[in-house]
Nanobody
Framework: QVQVVESGGGLVQAVGSVRLTCAVAGTWFNFNAMDWYRQAPGEKREFVASITSGSNTNYADSVKSRITIFKASTKNTVYLQMNSLKFEDTAVYYC?????????WGQGTQVTVSS
């Protein structure tokens, strides 16, 4: 059974940094692409960043100057590095792993930016 697990969230200070991890277990296949989305309280889930197996990346305009998505050396694991955090970055961050026949969502990790 494929499992997608996000980690690395927590309470972080404004203008600080955090690195989120998305790890996929339970499959022999390599991912086609992995996406990060986020959902703030009372808001719709929004796209943040994505990376393909070939390391092509895409970012939401609102975050592209402060966020980097990159692959880990571990199979089917990606990171989301977030810098210069703002209060509006407070959200649950979700990972979506896309494989040839299906895609899988994780349960999310909460990032709360405080003063």
């Amino acid at each position: 059974q494929v499992q997608v697990v996000e980690s690395g969230g927590g309470l972080v200070q404004a203008v600080g940094s955090v690195r989120l991890t998305c790890a996929v277990a339970g499959t022999w296949f390599n991912f086609n692409a992995m996406d990060w989305y986020r959902q703030a309280p009372g808001e719709k889930r929004e796209f943040v960043a994505s990376i393909t197996s070939g390391s092509n990346t895409n970012y939401a305009d609102s975050v592209k100057s402060r966020i980097t998505i990159f692959k880990a050396s571990t199979k089917n694991t990606v990171y989301l590095q977030m810098n210069s955090l703002k209060f509006e970055d407070t959200a649950v961050y979700y990972c979506n792993a896309r494989f040839p026949r299906s895609s899988y969502w994780g349960q999310g990790t909460q990032v709360t930016v405080s003063s």
